[in-house]
């Protein structure tokens, strides 16, 4: 049976620095000890809950926590050894996770999760947690080396051992290694052969191993899967990537399924609004007429859904999915990316309903056959 999530952003309906500095203070003992502000811990609190119950009610069988905050941020804050330097990070010192280190978006559903359940009228709920990779930490860093590489990955895999948590009315069932950056240059720091590849392999293998180890199954997120590496990780299970991506469309695909033991994820909407627009327009899109939609968008004047792609469409791609590999290989269909760049939240929870019921669809032609 295929089932849903989703990767994790959303636009934010509050401001920026209310959730930065909500999201740094919650897992912290400022909201046990009365002190300080603590309204922005609990604006935070609230949109991460809310959020998460819109996409459980939009349809989403395993949502990922609410990322409301910048992917890279979020977890250089949890690790300690490292300085910002302008644009960039520089070691300090030995790379670690800080003590107890735990991700904040997860801490709040867990602190909820019987407030979660009743409000999408469910039992149980299950959650995917994603984490930011190794690989697409250290390209913020100014100086780049395969150490740094071995001591992210730890770090990561020890905040993903905090943070998993399995409750009465909610649990953790799937842990995802994000890593938009792999992939798309010819990064020296990874050559065939390198130790920086060696210690990219064993980052990636280090948080996956967390994650197994607590019962959670571990996928990677990609942008582009020219560099096949993640086959090598042991303890992987899911792979997903991009609609048109060649992981969906490559002929070695389906072969390096059948000697890994790994499965997809299939991606079977787009979530570039920008490209979304760009398609709907035709002949006619252009930079500009691009624009002008935005500004009719923003002014109200003009239903950003329009640009969704429609529930056939969505459909067609996972069932040609399913064909093209098989219904035991394509455990879970959802967005191809996050979605904080759709125009407003409801475009965003929309696009999810229509990938909810595309499979939803799928299971029940799957019933009748």
């Known amino acids: 049976m295929v089932k849903t999530y989703d990767v994790g952003s959303l636009p934010p309906r509050i401001g920026q620095d209310v959730i930065r500095r909500g999201g740094r203070r919650y897992a912290t003992l400022l909201p046990y000890m009365g002190v300080g502000e603590l309204e922005d811990i609990k604006m935070f609190e609230e949109e991460i809950v809310n959020s998460f119950i819109d996409k459980l009610n939009a349809g989403i069988d395993v949502p990922n926590y609410p990322q409301l905050r910048d992917m890279n941020e979020m977890f250089l804050e949890l690790i300690g050894g490292v300085e910002r330097r302008g644009d960039g990070y520089r070691v300090l010192s030995r790379v670690v996770a800080k003590p107890f280190a735990v991700i904040p978006e997860v801490e709040a559903i867990k602190r909820n999760a019987s407030r979660i359940a009743e409000a999408a009228g469910l039992g149980r709920f299950e959650f995917k947690i994603c984490v930011t990779g190794p690989y697409t930490l250290s390209s913020l860093f100014q100086d780049r080396d395969d150490e740094l590489l071995r001591m992210l990955g730890k770090a990561i895999s020890e905040i993903t051992s905090n943070t998993i948590f399995r409750a009465r009315r909610g649990e953790a069932t799937l842990l995802f290694i994000d890593e938009p950056?792999?992939?798309?240059?010819?990064?020296?720091?990874?050559?065939?052969g390198s130790e920086g590849r060696e210690a990219l392999l064993e980052g990636w293998e280090d948080i996956c191993r967390a994650a197994s180890s607590k019962g959670v199954e571990a996928g990677?997120?990609?942008?582009?899967?020219?560099?096949?590496?993640?086959?090598?990780?042991?303890?992987?299970?899911?792979?997903?990537?991009?609609?048109?991506?060649?992981?969906?469309?490559?002929?070695a695909t389906l072969r390096r399924i059948r000697e890994t033991g790994k499965r997809?994820?299939?991606?079977?909407?787009?979530t570039e609004f920008d490209a979304l627009i760009a398609d709907r327009l035709g002949v006619e899109a252009t930079p500009q007429s691009i624009g002008e939609v935005w500004s009719r968008i923003r002014s109200g004047g003009l239903d950003p859904t329009k640009f969704l792609e429609d529930l056939?469409?969505?459909?067609?791609?996972?069932?040609?999915?399913?064909?093209?590999?098989?219904?035991?290989?394509?455990?879970f269909a959802g967005p191809e990316c996050g979605l904080r760049g759709f125009p407003t939240y409801d475009c965003a929870l929309e696009c999810l309903r229509r990938v909810s019921e595309a499979a939803r669809r799928l299971r029940a032609e799957s019933m009748s056959i």
Do not use: Q
């Not at 950056?181 to 065939?192: S, T």
């Open 264 to 270: 997809l994820k299939a991606s079977i909407c787009k």
């Open 220 to 251: 990677i997120h990609l942008h582009n899967t020219s560099d096949g590496l993640f086959w090598d990780v042991e303890h992987l299970g899911i792979v997903d990537s991009h609609v048109h991506d060649m992981l969906y469309t490559s002929e």
């Open 181 to 192: 950056a792999f992939g798309f240059l010819n990064d020296p720091l990874i050559d065939y």
């Open 312 to 331: 056939d469409l969505i459909y067609r791609r996972l069932k040609a999915l399913i064909e093209r590999f098989g219904m035991e290989n394509i455990p």
